[in-house]
């Protein structure tokens, strides 16, 4: 089984920047790809960035490349996102998530989820 915590959310200006954690259980790290994902009221959960436990492997969506930053730490079994340049349609609850294999931009592909963390991005 896979519980996933995330942390780090919260309100922001334009411009400015924030880092969500998740604490992974997870066991077998190596079956396991990590993502962020978000979800705005009303629409599916969207693909932000995935990453290998080893950090070798890294995807992102074209709205966040140059911006965000994914990292995995597999001796304290965590997951980063570092979001630099934030705007305000960034703002969503953004989900930690795992899937056995590798990454996917479809989200009912993922296998386990967190309970997610609102950033809000003021204009």
Do not use: H
Request: aromatic share 10%.
């Amino acid at each position: 089984q896979v519980q996933l915590v995330e942390s780090g959310g919260g309100l922001v200006q334009a411009g400015g920047s924030l880092r969500l954690s998740c604490a992974a259980s997870v066991r077998t790290l190596s079956r396991y790809t990590m993502g962020w994902l978000r979800q705005t009221p009303g629409k599916e959960r969207e693909f932000v960035a995935a990453v290998s436990w080893t950090n070798t492997n890294t995807a992102y969506a074209d709205s966040v490349k140059g911006r965000f930053t994914i990292s995995a730490d597999s001796a304290n079994i965590a997951v980063y996102l570092q979001m630099t340049s934030l705007k305000p349609e960034d703002t969503a609850v953004y989900f930690c998530a795992a899937r056995l294999g590798s990454a996917s931009s479809i989200f009912t592909d993922w296998n386990y989820w967190g309970q997610g963390t609102q950033v809000t991005v003021s204009s």
